[in-house]
C-alpha cells in the first residue's frame, strides 16, 4: 500500500512535483506515465525518502519511509540500475544488502537465479554489465528482502523483448499474490500490458488516473454499417448520439450498447470496436509531443 | 517462456513475516568495513598502507645505523606516511557513496542516515587502529630481522607511544571522512584535504601575525609531539585540541548536516 498525499518539490519558483495524491492498492500494478522530465523520479525518490518534498505526504504501508526500521523488508526499490559500484561484482552488491537487512546469506544465491543473472555474469563486476543485466541486478535486490511493497522507476529500460515479458510476468505475479506494485514508464504501450491503474503526470501535475480499463476506453465505441442512415435512426431511436469519423460513426457508449441499439432496430454491422483508447492516448501524445519539441529546441 | 515463470511464482510471493527490527550499528558497521576492501581500489589502497609500512622497515634495514635500528626507530617512521594514506581511505569511504551513486541504495535501506554515517566513522576507525597494529608487527619482524643481522634489536617502547600513535591515526582518518563528508566529492575532498591545512602551514611560516595561530591550527605542527614518546604537556594536548575542532569537529558536523539533508539521485 502506497499513499501520496499532495506531493510537492520545488526546485528555486520552478515545480518539479505539484501537488500529486494517489494512491496504490495491495493486489495492483500501477502503472506511471508521463513523458521524461514529467516528475516521475523525484516523485518516486520523495516517496522512499532521498529527497524531502517541499510539501505534501507519502507513506509505505502505513509509515513514511523514513520511519519503517528495516525499509529493504517491505518495499524493494529500484530507481536507478546503473547507481551501483563499477567496482563491485553483482553478488557482492546484493550480499551487501543482504547482510544490512539481516536476510539469509542464501537469499542472494536465490533472488539472482530468479532474475536470471548466474553464477559467470554474479560474479562480474559490475562495470561489465550491460543495462539489461544491471536492471536484472536491480530487480534481484528490489526482491531481496521479500517485500509487500515494489518501487521501479523504468524497470523495462534496457530489457529486451524476452525480458520485458519475463518482467511483466513477475510483477502480474507479485501483485496477484497481495503485493503492491508502483512502475513507472514513459511509453504508454508498456505498461498497458501489466497495470491495472494508470497515473499520468505531465509538468509535474496528474493530468489523468484511474483503472486503466475505464481509462483507455474513454474514446467510445466505432461503429460501421453498409446502411449508414438505417444505423443513424437506430442510434437516435436508442438515444445515442453518434458523431461521423473518418473511421465510421463515433458514438460516446460501450460496444455491447451499441450493438443491441442496432440489433433492435435489425441494422447489418460491418464493425463494431472500442475506439481504441482515443482519449488516454491523444493525451499523452500530446504530453509527450510537448516535450519532444522542447527537447529538438534545446 | 512458462518454464522460466513458474518457479519464478513462488519465489516473489509476498511474504507476511514477523515484525522486523532495524540493523543494529554494530552489524552497519560490518558492512561499512566490508566496503573498504571489496572493491579493488580500496583493497589497493589498504595493501599500499601495509606495503609502505613494510617498505620503510626494510629501508632502515639496509641504511640505517646498527645502533638505530630499534623497535623504537623502526615503529615512529612508518606512522608518517600511514597517516597521510589513511585520509584518503576516510574520503573515499563516505564520497564514493556519491560518486559511485550508491548513496540511492544505502541510504533507501537505511533512510537514518546519520546511522550510516555514524558506522563509516566506526569502520575506518577500527581500520587506522588496525594500522597501528601493523606497524607495531612490521616493525617487530623488523626488530627481529636486525638482531639476527647485527642491528642493535633493542625492544624498548613506551605504551604512551602507542596511545599517541593511535591517537594521531584514528583523528588523521577522521579528518579526512570530514572533508569526505563536508564536500561529498572524492576529487575535492583529497585536494582540500591535503591542500588547506598545508596552505596553512606555508602561511604560517611565511606571514608573521599568523605564527602565532599557525601554532594552534596548523595540524602538521600541533600534531608533531605525538611522533615521541614524551608525555604531552597540558598545552600540547590544548593545541591538539583546538586544531581538532577546527580540522575535524567542525567539518564534521557541517558535513553530517549537508549529508542529512542533500537530496539523493
Given amino acids: 500500500m502506497i499513499?501520496?498525499?499532495?506531493?510537492?518539490?520545488?526546485?528555486?519558483?520552478?515545480?518539479?512535483?505539484?501537488?500529486?495524491?494517489?494512491?496504490c492498492e495491495p493486489g495492483t500494478v500501477t502503472g506511471f506515465l508521463g513523458p521524461n522530465g514529467a516528475g516521475k523520479s523525484t516523485t518516486m525518490r520523495m516517496i522512499c525518502g532521498l529527497t524531502a518534498p517541499t510539501a505534501g505526504?507519502?507513506?509505505?504501508?502505513?509509515?513514511?519511509?523514513?520511519?519503517?526500521?528495516?525499509?529493504?523488508?517491505?518495499?524493494?526499490?529500484?530507481?536507478?540500475?546503473?547507481?551501483?559500484?563499477?567496482?563491485?561484482?553483482g553478488r557482492e552488491a546484493l550480499t551487501l544488502s543482504a547482510y544490512t537487512m539481516g536476510l539469509d546469506r542464501r537469499e542472494?544465491?536465490?533472488?539472482?537465479?530468479?532474475?536470471?543473472?548466474?553464477?559467470?555474469?554474479?560474479?562480474?563486476?559490475?562495470?561489465?554489465?550491460?543495462?539489461?543485466?544491471?536492471?536484472?541486478?536491480?530487480?534481484?535486490?528490489?526482491?531481496?528482502?521479500?517485500?509487500?511493497?515494489l518501487i521501479l522507476d523504468e524497470p523495462a529500460n534496457g530489457l529486451d523483448p524476452?525480458?520485458?515479458?519475463?518482467?511483466?510476468?513477475?510483477?502480474?505475479?507479485?501483485?496477484?499474490?497481495?503485493?503492491?506494485?508502483?512502475?513507472?514508464?514513459?511509453?504508454?504501450?508498456?505498461?498497458?500490458?501489466?497495470?491495472?491503474?494508470?497515473?499520468?503526470?505531465?509538468?509535474?501535475?496528474?493530468?489523468?488516473?484511474?483503472?486503466?480499463?475505464?481509462?483507455?476506453?474513454?474514446?467510445?465505441?466505432?461503429?460501421?454499417?453498409?446502411?449508414?442512415?438505417a444505423l443513424r435512426r437506430a442510434l437516435d431511436a436508442a438515444g445515442l448520439a453518434a458523431a461521423d469519423s473518418s473511421e465510421g460513426l463515433l458514438v460516446q457508449a460501450d460496444a455491447e450498447t451499441v450493438g443491441q441499439a442496432a440489433a433492435d432496430a435489425g441494422v447489418a454491422l460491418a464493425e463494431l470496436r472500442p475506439a481504441g483508447g482515443g482519449g488516454l492516448e491523444q493525451l499523452f501524445l500530446t504530453l509527450t509531443a510537448g516535450e519532444s519539441t522542447k527537447e529538438a529546441v534545446r | 517462456m512458462t518454464t522460466t515463470t513458474a518457479p519464478a511464482a513462488g519465489a516473489v510471493a509476498p511474504r507476511q513475516h514477523t515484525p522486523v527490527r532495524r540493523p543494529s550499528l554494530l552489524r552497519l558497521t560490518a558492512v561499512e568495513t566490508r566496503k573498504l576492501v571489496d572493491t579493488r581500489a580500496g583493497r589497493w589502497l589498504l595493501i599500499t598502507i601495509g606495503l609502505v609500512t613494510a617498505a620503510i622497515v626494510t629501508l632502515q634495514l639496509i641504511y640505517a645505523k646498527d645502533a638505530d635500528q630499534t623497535f623504537l626507530n623502526f615503529f615512529v617512521p612508518s606512522l608518517l606516511p600511514v597517516s597521510v594514506l589513511l585520509p584518503v581511505l576516510g574520503i573515499l569511504s563516505i564520497t564514493s557513496e556519491w560518486s559511485q551513486r550508491t548513496a540511492l541504495t544505502t541510504y533507501a535501506l537505511v533512510p537514518r542516515r546519520e546511522r550510516v554515517v555514524a558506522a563509516k566513522l566506526t569502520a575506518v576507525?577500527?581500520?587506522?587502529?588496525?594500522?597501528?597494529?601493523?606497524?607495531?608487527?612490521?616493525?617487530?619482524?623488523?626488530?627481529?630481522v636486525a638482531s639476527a643481522t647485527g642491528g642493535a634489536g633493542t625492544w624498548q617502547l613506551d605504551g604512551s607511544l602507542i596511545l599517541n600513535a593511535a591517537i594521531l591515526q584514528v583523528t588523521s582518518v577522521l579528518m579526512g571522512a570530514a572533508f569526505g563528508l563536508l564536500l561529498l566529492n572524492p576529487p575535492l575532498a583529497i585536494v582540500g584535504y591535503?591542500?588547506?591545512?598545508?596552505?596553512?602551514?606555508?602561511?604560517?611560516?611565511?606571514?608573521?601575525?599568523?605564527?602565532?595561530?599557525?601554532?594552534?591550527?596548523?595540524?602538521?605542527r600541533t600534531m608533531e609531539p605525538l611522533f615521541s614518546s614524551d608525555a604531552l604537556t597540558g598545552e600540547q594536548w590544548g593545541r591538539i585540541a583546538v586544531s581538532l575542532l577546527v580540522w575535524m569537529v567542525l567539518p564534521l558536523a557541517a558535513g553530517l548536516f549537508r549529508t542529512l539533508r542533500r537530496e539523493v539521485s
Fill in chain 1, 162 to 229: 524476452e525480458g520485458i515479458f519475463w518482467m511483466r510476468g513477475l510483477l502480474r505475479d507479485f501483485a496477484d499474490r497481495g503485493g503492491t506494485v508502483l512502475l513507472s514508464s514513459h511509453l504508454l504501450r508498456e505498461v498497458e500490458a501489466v497495470a491495472d491503474r494508470l497515473v499520468v503526470i505531465g509538468g509535474g501535475r496528474i493530468v489523468a488516473q484511474g483503472d486503466k480499463n475505464e481509462l483507455l476506453a474513454g474514446g467510445g465505441t466505432v461503429v460501421r454499417a453498409r446502411d449508414v442512415a
Fill in chain 1, 3 to 23: 499513499t501520496v498525499e499532495n506531493l510537492t518539490k520545488r526546485y528555486g519558483p520552478h515545480p518539479a512535483v505539484d501537488d500529486v495524491s494517489f494512491q
Fill in chain 2, 194 to 220: 591535503l591542500l588547506l591545512p598545508t596552505l596553512w602551514g606555508v602561511l604560517g611560516e611565511m606571514v608573521r601575525p599568523l605564527r602565532g595561530p599557525a601554532g594552534w591550527l596548523d595540524t602538521s
Fill in chain 2, 125 to 144: 576507525s577500527l581500520t587506522a587502529l588496525a594500522s597501528v597494529l601493523t606497524s607495531l608487527a612490521v616493525a617487530a619482524a623488523g626488530t627481529l
Fill in chain 1, 108 to 149: 542472494v544465491a536465490a533472488k539472482l537465479d530468479l532474475v536470471g543473472l548466474n553464477a559467470v555474469a554474479a560474479k562480474r563486476r559490475v562495470r561489465a554489465y550491460s543495462l539489461g543485466m544491471r536492471q536484472r541486478l536491480g530487480l534481484a535486490h528490489a526482491l531481496l528482502g521479500d517485500p509487500r511493497v
Fill in chain 1, 57 to 89: 505526504r507519502a507513506t509505505v504501508s502505513g509509515h513514511p519511509y523514513r520511519e519503517l526500521p528495516n525499509p529493504g523488508r517491505e518495499v524493494g526499490v529500484l530507481l536507478d540500475a546503473s547507481a551501483q559500484h563499477a567496482g563491485r561484482t
